[in-house]
């Protein structure tokens, strides 16, 4: 079994910062892609942010490019988001979700390729 928890939620006012962790523990391997996804009330969930193991590639949603960050911790079994100039539109629970690979593994925002989901942590930004 793989277990992820994400930490580091919270309530900010615009233009603000957090910094999201996610821990993974368990049955894990050293060749994986992990993601952050966040889904507000009404909305499908959407990829913010992907990273591999392989060559620490990453990719962003177009809408929080040059505010959020991903990077990871490999001793830790950890991957962060470092999100910043936060705004209203970006209140949503976020979730971290893991794959594994045999081969090289590829960045995705999409849902459908990511097999392990963590339980989610809110982030509320006020105006």
């Known amino acids: 079994q793989v277990q992820l928890v994400e930490s580091g939620g919270g309530s900010v006012q615009a233009g603000g910062s957090l910094r999201l962790s996610c821990t993974v523990s368990?049955?894990?391997?050293?060749?994986?892609?992990m993601g952050w996804f966040r889904q507000a009330p009404g909305k499908e969930r959407e990829g913010v942010a992907t990273?591999?193991?392989?060559?620490?590639?990453?990719d962003y949603a177009d809408s929080v490019k040059g505010r959020f960050t991903i990077s990871q911790d490999n001793g830790k079994n950890t991957i962060y988001l470092q999100m910043t100039s936060l705004k209203p539109e970006d209140t949503a629970m976020y979730y971290c979700?893991?794959?594994?690979?045999?081969?090289?593994?590829?960045?995705?925002?999409?849902?459908?390729?990511?097999?392990?989901w963590g339980q989610g942590t809110q982030v509320t930004v006020s105006s």
């Open positions: 990273i591999t193991t392989s060559d620490s590639t990453t």
């Open positions: 368990g049955k894990t391997y050293s060749k994986y892609r």
């Open positions: 979700a893991v794959t594994y690979f045999l081969g090289s593994p590829t960045p995705s925002l999409a849902r459908r390729d990511y097999d392990y």
